[in-house]
């Protein structure tokens, strides 16, 4: 790839063009809090907090989590007198979640905590993001600079743990890059590098802010450079020649959309391949919704072992699959069962691009993709499986039936429309709603490969606050919500209009088909009466497919309230996803 060099003085961002590059240097001020939101105001005028501040909102941030303390508080209430709205949660491992739903569905999310008791809870959630390619930019407060002592004295502040860096330390193994704001002639081409690198990336980076340097007025501005990366053109070109080639060639093409379509916005992108060659599509379980559910050319998830029989036998007997933005995790080969062999195969991701045993080196994914769809190499006429929608048949309430999970996620399959939002928790929230059928622009966001429980709630209210015109419906389980869902207080207190689903069955059910025990069973809760203690919403028991039913209807039918339905589910109920993994799985364990 070939990397060209901004170096124009300032900011290399997106909305770049809105810096004129610094005309004059500035002495050392003190900014006032009010100014951070006035785009009038120069590059020069601007304090540190304020230049960051205002670059998060050129990357499209409009609202940063968080949690406030001591050394974050001034950078916090610069935020709070800005143009982005803070959303404070309740705790910090929700703060890292929210945000990095936000980031899936918006492009790119923020965070603000404290040093150490804020930074050091929010690692698990961030860890996710990096794992799932979540471009979320922590930022972080640290003690200033002039409270550190000198000449090697260590005084002992509140909530530090080792050396003043331990915590970027800590981050450095889960993020693109990071930086701490120490030098005032560099922190403005540091914030744009990180900016940059998170927004190219979609992995997140991780800033932190001593507290004396929110209010540091830089006396000169270094020159940004940040890399402009483009696909070699020869590259390129070779690559998609032979792609096309193969596709013409073959019997029966398909491909496999992943999660980097999503991440990269490339969705329109594929289907436009798709279209014009007439290629099948598939997707893995992390790239659900990537592409529309009832699309003519969409057939199913596949995922090995674990997915729909025909759709893994029309993969795997394909003589061409196309494997664009996907990435080869456990969870969506069906715990490696999945049979792909690569001289059938072209993986394009944002990290490469093999066609067979060939390796291309500087080709984008983007390019790579759009190259294809304007050569459209036309796929062989043939018979495609079934898509979702038309494979599992029409559904008929049986009203007094026991509820089951399968028979609950049929019923809200009834329900999805374009203008929904659907969450998922990990254990079986996640199976079992993989197998429901996602329409036009809905959206799916589940951490399907790092499977950290408790993402569901603080990830429905990123989505919610991100997507405040769509509907967001959570699927979570009893235990993965008895992690963070007091969360739910925050959706409350915002009155944001989420749906939430607890699946109880009364403990850890997916660890029960892998190997049982009391470990598995946890503290059953009146999950309906929740509502009651957190000042707002709707609680409903559902025991019955009728029960469940009403309750929906009724949440659905509400567009301004919070609802919570508790969904009791036998024991030993999963649904066929789950069964089918674990029949995988517990040769593992
Ligand atoms: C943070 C975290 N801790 C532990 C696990 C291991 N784990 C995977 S599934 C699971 C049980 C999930 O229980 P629940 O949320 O009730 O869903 P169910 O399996 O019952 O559908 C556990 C403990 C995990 N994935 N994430
Ligand atoms: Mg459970």
């Given amino acids: 790839m070939s990397e060209s060099i901004d170096t124009n003085g300032h900011a290399a961002g997106p909305d770049a063009a809105a810096h004129p590059a610094p005309s004059r240097p500035a002495p050392i001020a003190t900014a006032t809090r009010a100014a ?91 860890a996710g993001a990096f794992a799932e390619k979540s471009p979320v930019v922590v930022i972080s407060g640290a003690p200033g600079l002039r409270e550190r002592g000198e000449r090697g004295e260590r005084p002992l502040l509140h909530h530090c743990v080792r050396d003043w860096s331990t915590q970027r330390e800590v981050f450095e193994k889960i993020c693109a890059a990071c930086v701490e704001l120490t030098d005032a002639d560099t922190a403005f081409r540091d914030i744009d590098r990180l900016l940059d690198l998170a927004a190219r990336s979609k992995r997140p980076v991780y800033i932190e802010l001593p ?82 559910e009832v699309h003519p050319l969409y057939i199913g998830l596949y995922g090995g072992g674990m997915g729909r029989e025909e759709v893994t036998r029309f993969v795997e007997s394909s003589d061409c699959r196309i494997l664009l933005g996907t990435l080869m995790t456990d969870i969506d080969l069906g715990i490696f069962t999945a049979k792909l062999d690569p001289w059938r195969t072209i993986h394009a991701t944002s990290e490469g691009l093999q066609i067979s045993h060939h390796h291309y080196h500087g080709v984008l994914l983007e390019d790579f993709i759009r190259g294809l769809a304007a050569a459209r190499p036309k796929a062989k006429p043939r018979v495609l499986p079934p898509g979702p929608a038309v494979a599992r048949g029409p559904f008929r309430l049986e009203p007094d039936a026991p509820l089951t999970i399968s028979r609950l996620v049929r019923r809200l399959d009834e329900s999805l429309d374009d203008r929904t939002v659907v969450v998922a928790d990990i254990g079986d929230a996640l199976f079992a709603t993989s197998e429901l059928v996602i329409r036009g622009q809905t959206e799916y966001v589940s951490p399907a490969y790092y499977t950290s429980m408790g993402f569901g709630v603080p990830a429905a209210l990123g989505a919610a606050v991100a997507r405040p015109d769509l509907r967001v419906i959570l699927v979570a389980g009893d235990g993965a919500f008895q992690m963070t869902g007091m969360e739910l207080s925050t959706l409350v207190a915002r009155k944001l209009p989420v749906v939430v689903i607890v699946l109880d069955n009364a403990g850890y059910g997916t660890e029960r088909l892998l190997q049982d025990g009391t470990f598995n069973d946890i503290n059953v809760w009146a999950y309906e009466r929740l509502p009651e203690v957190l000042g707002g919403g709707t609680g409903h028991v559902a025991r019955t497919e009728g029960e469940f039913d009403r309750a929906l209807s009724l949440a659905l039918s509400d567009p301004p309230g919070l609802h919570l339905i508790r969904a009791c589910l036998p024991r030993d109920d999963f649904s066929n996803t789950l069964q089918r993994l674990a029949r995988k799985l517990q040769t593992r364990v």
Avoid: W
């Fill in 36 to 126: 951070a939101g006035e785009r009038h105001r120069s590059v020069t005028e601007l304090s540190i907090g304020e230049y960051l501040i205002r670059r998060l909102g050129d990357y499209g941030i409009r609202h940063v989590f968080g949690v406030p303390g001591d050394y974050v508080l001034h950078f916090y209430d610069m935020l709070a007198h800005s143009p982005l709205e803070l959303v404070n949660c309740t705790r910090e491992d929700c703060v890292g979640y929210a945000a990095d739903a936000y980031a899936r569905i918006n492009g790119i999310g923020s965070l603000c905590v404290t040093y150490g008791v804020g930074g050091l809870s929010v690692v698990n959630a961030v």
């Fill in 211 to 292: 507290r004396d340097m929110v209010d540091v007025v830089p006396e000169s501005i270094r020159p940004s450079a940040c890399p402009r990366v483009r696909s070699d053109p020869e590259a390129l070109a070779e690559a998609v020649r032979e792609a096309a080639e193969r596709i013409a060639e073959a019997e029966a093409p398909v491909i496999i959309a992943g999660v980097e379509l999503h991440r990269f916005g490339l969705q329109a992108d594929v289907i436009a391949l798709a279209e014009a060659s007439q290629i099948a599509v598939a997707s893995t379980i992390m790239g659900k919704s990537v592409v529309s």
